[in-house]
C-alpha cells in the first residue's frame, strides 16, 4: 500500500507525536513504535492533497490526541496475530475519519478549542472548515479502497456512514425533551462505537482470525466506543477546559442531552425539569452541570459515570475467551484505564 508512503514538502511543520497520555500511557507502550509510524504516516497525507490546500491538512491533523482508535487497532492486531503493515494501514484510516469528525463537530459546536490549539473553523471560518472535513472523510475512504480485502473497504465505508447518521440524528433531536436514553444510546452507539467496533472488528480480519473471534473483537470495540462516548459526554459537563485543552460546554449550548441530563430528567419533579430547561436555554452550564452533580442518589452525573464503566467491565468479560498474549492484556488493561479516566471525573 505504496499510497500510505507517501512523502513530500509539509509546508506547515508539525512534529509527530504518537504518545497517549494519563492512564493510557503505560497501555500503548506496547505498540509504541507501531504507534510512532501512524503518527508519521497521518502527517505525511498532507502531501496528497493539493499545494494549496496541504497546510489547512497539515493543521488538521497535527494536533496531539490520544489516538485511541488507532491504539485499539494496533492492540486487536497483535492480540490475533502479528502487527503488520495492514494495522497499520488501519490505523491511519480510523483516525483520519476520527479526525474529520472532529472538524466538523467544531463547526456545529462553534468550538474554539481542541487539542490546545484553536479549532480549524476558528481559524479560517465554517465554509472553509466543511470542505477540509470532507476532503479528510473522502481521503480516508479512498486509502481504505487499497486493501486487497473489499470486505475492509465495504467495512469502513458502513462506519462512516453510521457516524453521519448518529450526528444528524443527534442535531435532529436538539432541545428535544423526548428524547430517552434508549435514543440517546443508540446515538452514541453510531456516531462513536461504530468507528471503534470496525477498528477492532477489521484488525483481526487483516489477522485472518477464525469468525467469532473477529465478532468477538468487533463486540468489544464497539462496547468501548459507546462507553467513552459516554466518558466525553460527562468530561463535557465535568472536565476543566485547561486540562482537555478543548472547548467544553458545547452539548449543553447546542442543546445536545447526553446521558447526565436525560437520567436527570427521567426522575425530575416539573419544577425541576422547568429549571433544567432554564439553565440550558439561558447556556447557564456551571450551574446546571451543579444540579447534575446533586439530587437523587448520587447525582445524574455519577450514575452515568458509573453507567460506562459498567460498560467497560462487560466489554472485558467479552475478551475471556480470547487467548492470552501480551496484547489481549493490554486490551484488557485498556478498559481498566478508562475506567480510571471515569473515576477521575467522580464527585
Given at each position: 500500500m505504496?499510497?500510505?508512503?507517501r512523502?513530500g514538502v509539509?509546508r506547515?511543520?508539525?512534529?509527530p507525536t504518537?504518545l497517549?497520555f494519563?492512564?493510557l500511557a503505560r ?10 509510524e501512524?503518527e508519521t ?7 496528497a492533497?493539493d499545494?494549496?490546500i496541504e497546510g489547512y491538512?497539515t493543521?488538521?491533523v497535527g494536533g496531539r490526541?490520544k489516538?485511541l482508535?488507532?491504539l485499539?487497532?494496533?492492540l486487536a492486531?497483535g492480540a490475533t496475530?502479528e ?8 490505523a491511519v ?6 479526525i474529520?469528525t472532529l472538524?466538523?463537530?467544531d ?5 474554539e ?6 479549532t480549524v473553523?476558528?481559524r ?8 477540509l472535513?470532507d476532503?479528510?472523510?473522502?481521503h480516508a475512504?479512498?486509502l481504505?479502497?487499497?486493501f486487497d480485502?473489499?470486505?475492509i ?7 462512516a456512514r453510521?457516524i453521519c ?10 432541545f428535544?425533551?423526548?428524547?430517552q ?14 468507528l471503534f ?9 487483516i489477522?485472518e482470525?477464525d469468525s ?5 473483537f468487533k463486540?468489544f ?11 466525553d459526554?460527562?468530561l ?10 478543548k472547548?467544553l ?7 445536545k ?5 436525560l ?5 425530575a419533579s416539573?419544577?425541576e425539569?422547568?429549571r433544567?430547561?432554564r ?9 446546571m452541570?451543579e ?5 437523587a442518589?448520587n ?6 459515570i458509573?453507567a460506562g ?16 498474549n501480551?496484547?489481549?492484556d493490554?486490551?484488557?488493561a485498556?478498559?481498566d484505564?478508562?475506567r480510571?479516566m471515569f473515576?477521575q471525573?467522580r464527585?
Amino acid at each position: 500500500m505504496e499510497a500510505f508512503a507517501r512523502s513530500g514538502v509539509i509546508r506547515a511543520h508539525v512534529t509527530p507525536t504518537a504518545l497517549p497520555f494519563g492512564p493510557l500511557a503505560r497501555v500503548a507502550q506496547l505498540v509504541q513504535p507501531h504507534l510512532q509510524e501512524v503518527e508519521t504516516r497521518i502527517i505525511q497525507q498532507a502531501a496528497a492533497f493539493d499545494p494549496d490546500i496541504e497546510g489547512y491538512v497539515t493543521y488538521a491533523v497535527g494536533g496531539r490526541g490520544k489516538r485511541l482508535r488507532p491504539l485499539l487497532a494496533l492492540l486487536a492486531g497483535g492480540a490475533t496475530g502479528e502487527i503488520n503493515s495492514g494495522h497499520v494501514d488501519l490505523a491511519v484510516i480510523v483516525e483520519l475519519i476520527h479526525i474529520a469528525t472532529l472538524v466538523h463537530d467544531d463547526i456545529m459546536d462553534e468550538a474554539e478549542r481542541r487539542r490546545a490549539q484553536p479549532t480549524v473553523n476558528a481559524r479560517w471560518g465554517n465554509s472553509l472548515s466543511v470542505l477540509l472535513g470532507d476532503c479528510l472523510f473522502a481521503h480516508a475512504l479512498n486509502l481504505s479502497t487499497n486493501f486487497d480485502n473489499a470486505d475492509i473497504s465495504r467495512a469502513i465505508a458502513r462506519a462512516a456512514r453510521e457516524i453521519c447518521s448518529g450526528e444528524m440524528i443527534q442535531t435532529q433531536r436538539r432541545f428535544d425533551l423526548q428524547l430517552q436514553v434508549e435514543d440517546y444510546l443508540r446515538i452514541v452507539e453510531k456516531k462513536t462505537g461504530s468507528l471503534f467496533a470496525a477498528a477492532a472488528e477489521l484488525a483481526a480480519l487483516i489477522s485472518e482470525a477464525d469468525s467469532n473471534v473477529i465478532e468477538t473483537f468487533k463486540n468489544f470495540g464497539f462496547q468501548i466506543g459507546t462507553a467513552y462516548q459516554i466518558y466525553d459526554d460527562c468530561l463535557d459537563l465535568a472536565g476543566s477546559e485547561r486540562a482537555t485543552g478543548k472547548t467544553l460546554g458545547t452539548d449543553l449550548r447546542k442543546g445536545k442531552f447526553t446521558l447526565p441530563v436525560l437520567i436527570f430528567l427521567r426522575s425530575a419533579s416539573d419544577f425541576e425539569r422547568e429549571r433544567c430547561c432554564r439553565l440550558v436555554l439561558e447556556e447557564r452550564i456551571e450551574e446546571m452541570t451543579e444540579l447534575l452533580r446533586i439530587g437523587a442518589t448520587n447525582g445524574a452525573l455519577n450514575e452515568s459515570i458509573a453507567a460506562g464503566s459498567d460498560l467497560i467491565r462487560e466489554a472485558q468479560t467479552v475478551l475471556d475467551g480470547i487467548a492470552a498474549n501480551p496484547y489481549a492484556d493490554a486490551l484488557f488493561a485498556l478498559g481498566d484505564a478508562l475506567r480510571d479516566m471515569f473515576d477521575q471525573l467522580r464527585v
